[in-house]
């Protein structure tokens, strides 16, 4: 398994790109991205649990409810929520996507993400979507990577080539993070390709499995987007043998998926909102992997952690009162804590109690961007990680006044 | 029923001090703070649901077990939490406490707020308990009221006059809240007195049904304290038939109670920390009470709305992405939302969609410091209101660096 170039183009036969088409004012930022397959794909996807929910995400539904599908739109700057017209929007976009790629409207996957309630115009779409299937290529992944961006501050792009049966597979993903990111059950934006051959019902179980430990295990602000969708469309161009079932080849697909969405999450938290700094809480010796998840999470949304980590304060307190009041069953005197980056690990809580550390070092390990909070429990073998991000001014002023 | 003056010492037989005492460096902060009463009374308390429990909490609450407590004693600085002898240093305080004012040690309520795991010197306690009983006094509620504060920019104090049994109490409280401010059965730091006679049993029955709509429904910033705690000592100097039952006095006791803590929850919110204004979220015409207490409690939750109100924005999309993401079962379709402040009411959404509404209208309604985020469901009769604050630059500025 190797990290290579080529995003979501990388598996073979698919093609991407991503255009400025107007929905946006400002020209210079792509705005309409596309994800398109030579052959029909199979096709997996999971969604937001909010009640709210963007209209795409119903059309989308509704469409690979057959297990296929074979082109991605995506447009930025608006989530076409709470319209009264958002299903005809969104259908309208699968239909004019379809006419001009002579495929069924029903094997478009369609996403929506930016500003929540205000009407969706489909003029700069329909005018556009000739232009975005045209310079539909090979080299393009970057630029659907670009017209899916909302307010990230970096590209989010990988793609991994691995083996299964004897054949080489790749698979590509490309993610939009930043703000609004909580997921529980489905995530934020993503798009996943891969050419390995693999049913549907195995690649739906492959990617429902997947995320519980990855992207469901993310959280920039606590706020459970109403866009949220991770999809993945796999094409079976590599000539492998079709997975059909658990075993060796459906291990090694599971594999290069993780390692995939691992790597997104990491971008994504890294990228969110405001972001100096990428968080990662590691848990273990819970009592189960499900204490551990919860424990993790609780102190990677706490927003005082998020803030003591912002400013490079070895405030561990609270890091156990997020411990405490998470909810998890917990016994707070067998809790170690530690401090991890680049610059080294420094012990500062053990058995629920504060130790004598030296504050120089630990300023020292918190002033790096990327920190691990490690928390060591005795209450069993449960371990889990989660991701964030630390809460800083600017999180306040993008959020302050998105809308103007 | 009418607001008076005095705070903790408006009932009779109570008297009140705060001193800097030396655990602050900052000379000028009060650190200890004192209530006393002339006559034991009847004590009631809840506390936070945080595991991680700081220990006077746990030294409280076997001091009043038998339901009786006669002086409260509360440092500020230091949380005595998270130390290897919290339990030791909580119980020497009670024992000072007693001895220099002649009461039993056990009937002394001991809290401490502040910085979570640096041990608490019993030193500046000890030295400063003889000062600090000499200057008890009637007029000194607000040296109380200081000595309690933590990041708090105001001191939080409240008394009401009301009749019970023809005879006039008087109640009266002082609160300390600011940051890690999430309650959950308990709440931040808050001390009530009132000279109405009632049965510890009552009093506890009075205290823990007010808190599910007052401070339980307070958020500013998503952490319960380990300290949290509110504790009510009521003296029976007022005269009244002793309250041993629900009925008429028990109702009358209710409402003064009520009438309370919604001031103070309203003080703790908009004073929460870094806040430039206080959120106030209403619900109606929901399934039932509960479903209106999780929508209130996730919209004034929320992040991006908390961002949103501090820039005046009205993005009332991010209210409906809150109320969807709670959890709670509610008809998306059937949701009207309004801002309203002092400078009036906007419409904003109706029936799950935007409508039309002036920008600069609303701008105007949401540039005044008291907002009411206005939320009208169509399934049923259950109502709420949950109390916030802005999330600000500032917020992010005293939580950065809190230790040093």
Redesign the interface.
Known sequence: MKIINGGVCAANGFLANGIHSGIRKNKSKKDLALIYSEKKATCASVY??????GAPLTVTKNNISDGYAQAVICNSGN?N????NGIEIATQMCELLGNELNIAPTDVVVASTG?????LDITPIANGIPALVKGLGKENSQDAAEGIMTTDTRLKEIAISFTVGGKECKIGGIAKGS??I?P?MATMLVFITTDCSISAKMLGKALSTDIQSTFNMVSV??????NDMVTILANGMAGNEEITQDGEDFQAFMKALNTLTIYLCRKIAGDGEGATKLLECTVDGAKDEATAKIIAKSVI????VK??M??S?A????V??????SGAD?D?NKVFVSFVSNKGEISV?KN???VDFSEEKAKEILLEDEITIKITLGDGNGKATAWGCD???D??????????
């Open positions: 937001t649990t909010n009640k709210v929910k989530a929520t709470c319209n009264a500003v929540i309630g205000q009407p703000g609004m909580h529980n602000d606590g706020d459970t987007s109403t949304c706490s927003s005082l803030s003591a912002f400013g304060d405030n561990w307190g609270r156990l009162c997020a411990i405490g009041y917990v707070v809580c629920g109690a504060g809460l800083t001014y999180y306040v002023k993008i959020n302050g006044d998105y809308r103007t």
